[in-house]
């Protein structure tokens, strides 16, 4: 897919933009290509995402959701983090209204993803595209797309939609498929699989940053003791963990920020390791 420079990405044909004049091949045929590059560079996308969503299957599954229920979610919620907080209070049998807050806070920074995927389009893309790429952003999806060269051509997105996301809702159908054949110490078993990927995630930057070290440590402590206490475990499951999100991530906002120094020098430092070591995680 080399074949598709930097200067034809614009928008969904580029017709009538500042990059026309560049265009060798008509609208369709460069959508088109944008479209399968999507299609490919999405690939270890899709197959990441099927892992995680067939642990979130059993999730769901446990949490009494059927096949249908399960990939519908998985349709219309593309976040693990934010799909497991809807199982977790569908499991408690909280109100919708709880479900609602959960969801956006925890899916809260889709928002800055979205407003700086927003700046990569050309000013003639159609509000109807960045509606479109905005429903499929994920935080994979989003890493893919500022890689781009130049400005970003909607189809890019699409094929990466259709290839993460068809895996990730597969994966979340064949979960809870597989949870009700497996039999039952399987399924508890492959009930822990999501909190490893958990661990998985914020053990890096834990070993790397003390402020996360803590806030992970807190946070485990404060989620055990909030269980135990006599007025707050009283409370669902869904709503100790918004307390508990907004109280922790507030709190390292307005004690621990981070200025542009240190984040330009963490992303020195990471892209230095990763040159030295292609296999550090």
């Known amino acids: 897919m080399g074949n598709i420079s930097a200067n034809n990405a614009g ?15 008509s609208c369709g045929s460069q959508n088109r290509q944008w479209f399968i590059k999507g299609l490919y560079d999405g690939i270890p996308i899709a197959a990441g995402y099927f ?13 009494g959701l059927n096949a249908f229920q399960a990939t519908l979610t998985s349709f219309l919620c593309n976040a693990s983090a934010g799909e497991y ?38 000013s003639s893309t159609p509000f109807y595209h960045r509606l479109l790429v905005s429903f499929c952003v994920t935080d994979e999806i989003f890493g893919a797309s500022v890689t781009v060269p130049g400005k970003l051509n909607p189809f890019y997105n699409y094929g990466l939609a259709v290839n993460a996301l068809g895996f ?15 039999p039952a110490n399987v399924v508890s078993a492959l ?8 661990l998985a995630i914020i ?21 055990f003791a909030c269980s135990k206490l006599p007025l707050v475990s009283s409370l669902s499951s869904g709503t100790r963990i918004i307390l508990l999100t907004v109280l922790l991530s507030g709190a390292a906002a307005v004690f621990c920020p981070i200025s542009e120094e240190q984040e330009n020098s963490t992303d020195t ?5 990763k040159k030295e070591d292609p296999n550090h995680v």
């Open 11 to 25: 928008g969904p044909c580029a017709a009538e933009d500042k990059y026309s004049e560049s265009l060798s091949v």
């Open 51 to 63: 892992a995680v969503s067939f642990a979130l299957g059993i999730a769901a599954k446990t949490a």
């Open 85 to 122: 907080a809807g199982f977790t209070v569908i499991a408690s049998n909280a109100a919708y209204v709880e479900m609602a807050v959960i969801s956006l806070i925890v899916n809260a920074r889709y928002l800055l993803m979205s407003a700086a995927l927003s700046q990569k389009f050309s």
């Open 168 to 182: 990730w809702a597969f994966g979340t159908c064949l979960g809870v498929i597989m949870g009700n054949v497996l």
């Open 191 to 198: 009930g822990v699989l999501l909190y490893g990927m958990f």
């Open 203 to 223: 053990m890096p930057p834990a070993r790397r940053n003390t402020v996360v070290r803590v806030l992970v440590l807190l946070s485990m402590a404060l989620s």
């Open 269 to 273: 430092k990471e892209k230095t390791i």
